[in-house]
Antibody, heavy 122, light 112 residues
Framework: QLQLQESGPGLVKPSETLSLTCTVS??????????WGWIRQPPGKGLEWIGS???????YYNPSLKSRVTISGDTSKNQFSLKMSSVSAADTAVFYC??????????????WGQGTLVTVSS | DIVMTQSPDSLAVSLGERATINCKSS????????????LAWYQQKPGQPPKLLIY???TRESGVPGRFSGRGSGTDFTLTISSLQAEDVAVYYC????????FGQGTKVEIK
């Protein structure tokens, strides 16, 4: 059974870089059938897609965040990671990693981690 | 970006009654070459991650109860829960994957 688990600091200072890792078990991030993505949700608010990575190394980002975001993958550890620079209080959110199905042209998220709350505060 | 607007923001429905959620996109998410609508629905219960319910606007994900159905085309879509159960209390989101992925603001479904 596929499981995704986010990990990283729960508190980040303003202007610093947020770093999170998603560890995948029960499946491989090297699969050609899926992208692996990051989505965030500010407390009490809606969902915002951040970006996704494919096993080939192809990455695509939400243009609104692209200048501050880097997503990378480590197939040897079956992990993928998110870095978001120059964070502010507006970046406080629950961050989810998720598997993104791409078969047949769909790009839906069919399996999610439990999420991790990252608070930006001094 | 395509803006997804859901209505209503919240609704309260009696157990066993029908719940209908609307989702409107700022531009069409129907891809003419394959006649598919690039629209999905998710359910998020309190303290949990979202769960995929429907994709291609009307295809139920494996394991999703038959009381959930989606319809619509182009810019206007609906998610219907035909007979609301207590376990359906949640926030529901639509998502388009026609272009840069965007979600609706969510609709909270409660028991009346």
């Amino acid at each position: 059974q596929l499981q995704l688990q986010e990990s990283g600091p729960g508190l980040v200072k303003p202007s610093e870089t947020l770093s999170l890792t998603c560890t995948v078990s029960g499946g491989s991030i090297s699969s050609s059938s899926y992208y692996w993505g990051w989505i965030r949700q500010p407390p009490g608010k809606g969902l915002e897609w951040i970006g996704s990575i494919y096993y080939s190394g192809s990455i695509y980002y939400n243009p609104s965040l692209k200048s501050r975001v880097t997503i990378s993958g480590d197939t040897s550890k079956n992990q993928f990671s998110l870095k978001m620079s120059s964070v502010s209080a507006a970046d406080t959110a629950v961050f989810y990693c998720a598997r993104q199905r791409v078969s047949g042209g769909t790009r839906v998220f069919d399996s999610w981690g439990q999420g991790t709350l990252v608070t930006v505060s001094s | 970006d395509i803006v997804m607007t859901q209505s209503p923001d919240s609704l309260a429905v009696s157990l066993g009654e029908r719940a209908t959620i609307n989702c409107k996109s700022s531009q069409s998410v129907l891809y003419s070459s394959n006649n598919k609508n690039y629209l999905a629905w998710y359910q998020q219960k309190p303290g949990q991650p979202p769960k995929l319910l429907i994709y291609w606007a009307s295809t139920r994900e494996s394991g999703v109860p038959g009381r959930f159905s989606g319809r619509g085309s182009g810019t206007d879509f609906t998610l219907t829960i035909s007979s609301l159960q207590a376990e359906d209390v949640a926030v529901y989101y639509c998502q388009q994957y026609f272009s840069t992925l965007t979600f609706g603001q969510g609709t909270k479904v409660e028991i009346k």
